[in-house]
């Protein structure tokens, strides 16, 4: 179950801006991926501590991601030489797309907007994990409830 955004805050053209910024920051990842790890776990453990139910939400699934792309020890292997390993590069660039949007504070909507900061965040994540296969996002979603049960 991807994260349930129930505000109203997040309109048609946001979401339209988010799916363009993922897709751009989708093409543009290469095998030198962000350097910055670290800052992205105390990024999301920090997300994860708030009292607010999307943003403790949104920490779940970030990790989730990570943990299923196995970062930072394993880089993403990029060949070309095959249809499938194309496919499970195009997906494995959107996850870690998704998480480069979160680590960026200034995105379509500001992270420090109150209350609507991270609807966009949230947003980008359901629309990385919308193109997965159900197998993955069954993965990822084993290793969500995983989370919630540890840190919940």
């Known amino acids: ?3 349930r955004i129930v505000s109203n805050e997040l309109t048609a053209q946001n979401k339209r801006d988010v799916a363009r910024e993922l897709e ?3 093409d543009s990842l290469t095998e030198n991926q962000p350097s910055t790890y670290t800052h992205m776990i105390t990024m999301m453990d920090d997300l994860g501590r708030s009292n607010n139910k999307l943003k403790k939400e949104l920490s779940y699934y970030l990790l989730a991601i990570y943990k299923f792309l196995d970062l ?3 880089r993403l292997a990029y060949r070309l030489n095959t249809t499938s390993s194309y496919l499970k590069r195009k997906y494995e660039r959107q996850l870690l797309g998704a998480l480069v949007y979160f680590i960026n504070p200034d995105d379509v909507i500001p992270d420090h907007i109150a209350y609507t900061g991270y609807l966009d965040d949230a947003h980008c994540v359901n629309l990385a994990l919308s193109h997965q296969t159900p197998e993955r996002r069954e993965k990822i ?3 969500v409830d995983e989370f919630k049960n540890n840190l919940g």
């Open 1 to 3: 179950m991807p994260i």
């Open 24 to 26: 751009k920051i989708t």
């Open 72 to 74: 930072p020890e394993k």
């Open 141 to 143: 979603e084993s290793y």
